[in-house]
């Protein structure tokens, strides 16, 4: 599987590819970009180049390119491939942004691993990215500044979609 073929939410769940956009993406640009990524659109880095939307992309294709060469991506051989299977129904503007934060703390697990060990990873990490235990939650929604860009919802996260999602990559191990 090669990372320019990836879309740019798929990118953004694997942390070593996260890093070259963070290194290549000036703040000022970032922030746009990071809000056209996180919608999760079907669009490849390749095809962002051809569409021009952003000076840096060619240089960001290098770098996947020489990531591909360094450390290849094995089909279905991660646990963050599973992050990006589930998307949609977000319910509130930070909770892509969250989402896409847990995925990269799984980039380097490898498949297979169990279900209660991933359940356990999983909430272990939503608790230390949010402060919050996914469990005994009892709020809908909740603010974590870390998750705000901008707008009037920008850091909200949806705990319901967090439930939801576990029970789905459960299924799936």
């Not at 990118?11 to 996260?18: A, D, G, K, V, W």
């Not at 070259?20 to 095809?47: C, T």
């Amino acid at each position: 599987m090669k990372r320019r073929n990836l879309n740019k939410a798929q990118l953004l769940c694997e942390q070593e590819s996260y890093d070259i956009f963070a290194k290549k993406i000036p703040v000022d640009i970032s922030k746009r970009f990071f809000k056209v990524v996180i919608e999760f659109d079907e669009k490849s880095v390749f095809d962002l180049y051809q569409e021009g939307d952003i000076f840096y992309t060619k240089d960001i294709i290098e770098e996947l390119d020489r990531l591909d060469q360094e450390k290849p991506i094995e089909n279905t051989s991660h646990v963050f491939l599973l992050f990006y299977e589930l998307t949609g129904g977000w319910g509130s503007r930070g909770t892509p942004f969250l989402w896409g934060a847990m995925a990269r703390e799984f980039s380097n697990i490898k498949m297979p691993i169990s279900k209660e060990k991933f359940r356990v990873d999983y909430l272990e990490v939503y608790k230390k990215l949010t402060g919050c235990d996914l469990t005994s939650e009892k709020r809908e929604y909740f603010f974590v500044k870390n998750f705000s860009h901008g707008g009037i919802s920008t850091g909200v996260i949806n705990v319901d979609f967090f439930r939801g999602q576990l029970e789905k990559i459960m299924k799936l191990l």
